[in-house]
Nanobody
Framework: QVQLVESGGGLVQAGGSLRLSCAASGRTFSSYAMGWFRQAPGKEREFVAA????????YYTDSVKGRFTISRDNAKNTVFLQMNSLKPEDTAVYYCAAKPGSSAYFRSAYNYWGQGTQVTVSS
C-alpha cells in the first residue's frame, strides 16, 4: 500500500514557475514508477509526465516538453514536478500516481493516487 500527498500548487502568472512535490509513504518507494497527471474542469484526466523507478528514464506529454521536469528522490520518498514557463492552459488539478514496475502513460495502469493539488495560471 502506498499513500501519496501532493503539495506545491497555487496561483501563478503566465510565464511563472511552480514546483510540485508528492510525498509517498512506505519503505518500497523505489519499487514504484511514478507519474503526474492533471485534470482541467470538464476534461478527462490526462498524462503529464512519468519517471522510472530509478529515475533514469523520464517521459512527457508533448505539450509540456521543454517546460516541465519530473524528478525523484528515493531517499526521501518524494517525486517532483518542476513547471516553468507556465501557460493558462496548464491550469488544472495535478495528481501524482504510483505503479509497481515500469513507467506507463495510461491512467488505468496506476494503482495509487494522491488527492491532487490545484494549479491556476492567470493570463
Amino acid at each position: 500500500q502506498v499513500q501519496l500527498v501532493e503539495s506545491g500548487g497555487g496561483l501563478v502568472q503566465a510565464g511563472g514557475s511552480l514546483r510540485l512535490s508528492c510525498a509517498a509513504s512506505g519503505r518500497t518507494f523505489s519499487s514504484y514508477a511514478m507519474g503526474w497527471f492533471r485534470q482541467a474542469p470538464g476534461k478527462e484526466r490526462e498524462f503529464v509526465a512519468a519517471i522510472s523507478k530509478s529515475g533514469g528514464s523520464t517521459y512527457y506529454t508533448d505539450s509540456v516538453k521543454g517546460r516541465f521536469t519530473i524528478s525523484r528522490d528515493n531517499a526521501k520518498n518524494t517525486v517532483f514536478l518542476q513547471m516553468n514557463s507556465l501557460k493558462p492552459e496548464d491550469t488544472a488539478v495535478y495528481y501524482c500516481a504510483a505503479k509497481p514496475g515500469s513507467s506507463a502513460y495510461f491512467r488505468s495502469a496506476y494503482n495509487y493516487w494522491g488527492q491532487g493539488t490545484q494549479v491556476t495560471v492567470s493570463s
